[in-house]
C-alpha cells in the first residue's frame, strides 16, 4: 500500500513509514528518512543538546555500573586493540559464527535466511540462471531488484556483476549483444 510523506511529498510504501504505537496499525505521516533528518537536525539544536545531556544524565544514574563496566572494556580494547583483534577474529572464524553472520547478513539485504537461499539454489539444479554453468553455493549470489527489492534468483558472481554494470538497464544489455554480433573490421 502506497503512502505520500508530508515532509519531503514522496509516495513510499508503507513500510517506509514507522508505526504510531506497538499496538496501532497506524502509521506516522512522515516517512522514516524524512523522521531520521529531522531527529538528527534537532539533535544538533541547543535545546536537542540540553534534552539529550538530561536523558543521558538520568540513564547514567540509574546504571552507573553499567556504564563504568562498558568504560572498563573499550579501555581494555583499546589497550590491547591488537589480542583484541586477533580474539574477534578467531571468534569470527568458527564455523557456526561465520553461518550466523551470513544469516544476518541475508536476512539484513534481501530478507531470507542461508536455509531459504539454499532452497533457491537447488531448485535451479544449482545452475546460474543466465549463463547455466553449475556453481558452488559458496560461489552463488542472490540477485534482487533494485527498484523493488523482490529477489529474482540466483545467479553466478559473473552474471550478477554484469547485471549490475548495467544498471538493472535491459537497453544496454541489448547494446552489448548487439556490440558482440558485430564483426570487427
Same mark, same amino acid.
Given at each position: 500500500?502506497?503512502?505520500?510523506?508530508?515532509?519531503?511529498?514522496? !509516495?513510499?510504501?508503507?513500510?517506509?513509514?514507522?508505526?504510531?504505537? %506497538? #499496538?496501532?496499525?497506524?502509521?506516522? &505521516?512522515?516517512?522514516?528518512?524524512?523522521?531520521?533528518?529531522?531527529?538528527? /537536525?534537532?539533535? =544538533?539544536?541547543?535545546?536537542?543538546? !540540553?534534552?539529550?545531556?538530561? &536523558?543521558?544524565?538520568?540513564?547514567?544514574?540509574?546504571?552507573?555500573?553499567?556504564?563504568?563496566?562498558?568504560? =572498563?572494556?573499550?579501555?581494555? =580494547?583499546?589497550?590491547?586493540?591488537?589480542?583484541?583483534? /586477533?580474539?574477534?577474529?578467531?571468534?569470527?572464524?568458527?564455523?557456526?559464527?561465520?553461518?550466523?553472520?551470513?544469516? =544476518?547478513?541475508?536476512?539484513?539485504?534481501?530478507? #531470507?535466511?542461508?536455509? !531459504?537461499?539454499?532452497?533457491?539454489?537447488? !531448485?535451479?539444479?544449482?545452475?546460474?540462471?543466465?549463463?547455466?554453468? $553449475? #556453481?558452488?553455493?559458496? /560461489?552463488?549470489?542472490? $540477485?534482487? $531488484?533494485? /527498484?523493488?527489492?523482490?529477489? %529474482?534468483?540466483?545467479?553466478?558472481?559473473?552474471?550478477?556483476?554484469?547485471?549490475?554494470?548495467?544498471? $538493472?538497464?535491459?537497453?544496454?544489455?541489448?547494446?552489448?549483444?548487439?556490440?558482440?554480433?558485430?564483426?570487427?573490421?
Amino acid at each position: 500500500m502506497l503512502k505520500v510523506c508530508t515532509k519531503c511529498g514522496l !509516495e513510499k510504501d508503507e513500510n517506509y513509514f514507522y508505526y504510531r504505537s %506497538r #499496538i496501532s496499525k497506524l502509521r506516522h &505521516a512522515q516517512c522514516k528518512e524524512c523522521t531520521s533528518n529531522e531527529v538528527s /537536525e534537532y539533535q =544538533r539544536t541547543e535545546k536537542g543538546q !540540553e534534552v539529550r545531556k538530561k &536523558a543521558y544524565t538520568k540513564y547514567a544514574s540509574k546504571s552507573s555500573s553499567k556504564i563504568k563496566a562498558a568504560k =572498563r572494556q573499550a579501555e581494555y =580494547r583499546n589497550n590491547n586493540r591488537e589480542d583484541y583483534l /586477533e580474539k574477534q577474529r578467531i571468534y569470527r572464524e568458527q564455523p557456526h559464527v561465520k553461518e550466523q553472520i551470513k544469516n =544476518r547478513l541475508l536476512m539484513y539485504k534481501y530478507g #531470507i535466511t542461508l536455509k !531459504e537461499k539454499k532452497t533457491m539454489w537447488k !531448485e535451479q539444479n544449482k545452475k546460474c540462471l543466465i549463463c547455466f554453468k $553449475d #556453481i558452488d553455493f559458496k /560461489e552463488a549470489v542472490v $540477485d534482487h $531488484d533494485h /527498484e523493488t527489492g523482490e529477489i %529474482r534468483g540466483i545467479l553466478c558472481n559473473n552474471c550478477n556483476a554484469m547485471i549490475g554494470f548495467a544498471a $538493472d538497464d535491459t537497453g544496454v544489455l541489448e547494446s552489448a549483444i548487439n556490440y558482440l554480433s558485430k564483426k570487427l573490421y
